[in-house]
């Protein structure tokens, strides 16, 4: 079980534009190949900040069914109370990253655990030495500014495991904490 940072992200390091919209990721479609469902079947449980969470919500509807897309426990860090998202399996959480990670590790047993976002959660979990890998889909645009994909300085350098082209606009690369 790893726990990993699966996201998409501009050349120049942003996950989403300066109006929190992924316009920029969604105009070229999903990675061929069933690309996100197969990362998503390997996940028992994930973590996102509440900008993410809400920004879901808001969006849903609008997409597929408007089902919420995760049968596991999604914990959403947040210090307000917000809405649960219906049919959803969602548990609020807050402050330090540790304990949560603790109760995401008990759900999600063998399976992996995603940070989904954004990056200065990810960030959190890499300050308590919880994350193991980065899995990051570089698009082919740049955005100038927005919510940056890792607000950190690394304390060593990450190690290259793969580099995969996923159709004319992403490369997919992975690295290992
Ligand atoms: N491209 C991609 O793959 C990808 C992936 C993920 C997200 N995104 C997008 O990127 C943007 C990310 O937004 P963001 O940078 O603002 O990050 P975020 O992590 O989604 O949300 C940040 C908010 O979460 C709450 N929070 C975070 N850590 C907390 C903690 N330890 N305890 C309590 N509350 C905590 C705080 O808000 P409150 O306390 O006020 O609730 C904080 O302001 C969104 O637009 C999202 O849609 C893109």
Redesign the pocket.
């Known amino acids: 079980m790893k726990t990993i940072y699966?996201?998409?992200?501009s050349l120049d390091g942003f996950?989403?534009d300066k109006n929190?919209?992924?316009e920029w990721?969604f105009q070229f479609g999903e990675p061929k190949g069933n690309y996100i469902e197969n990362f998503v079947n390997t996940v028992g449980a994930l973590a996102?900040?509440?900008?993410?969470?809400e920004?879901?919500c808001n969006s849903l509807p609008g997409f597929g069914d408007g089902k919420w897309p995760y049968r596991v426990p999604a914990f959403v860090?947040?210090?307000?109370e917000?809405p649960v998202y219906s049919g959803a399996d969602i548990r609020f959480?807050?402050?330090?990253?540790r304990p949560v990670h603790q109760m995401m590790a008990a759900e999600a047993k063998d399976k992996h655990i995603w940070i989904?976002?954004?990056?200065?959660?990810a960030g959190?979990f890499y300050d308590a030495h919880l994350l193991d890998e980065f899995i990051i889909?570089f698009v082919s645009v740049t955005l100038g500014g927005?919510?940056?994909l890792f607000p950190r300085k690394l304390k060593k350098p990450l190690k290259l495991e793969s580099v995969q082209r996923l159709d004319q606009e992403f490369a997919e690369l992975r690295y290992s904490v």
């Open positions: 699966f996201a998409a992200s996950i989403s929190n919209s992924l990721l996102m900040g509440s900008t993410t969470y920004w879901m860090f947040t210090n307000r917000l959480v807050k402050g330090d990253v989904v976002g954004g990056g200065e959660l959190k889909q927005g919510a940056p």
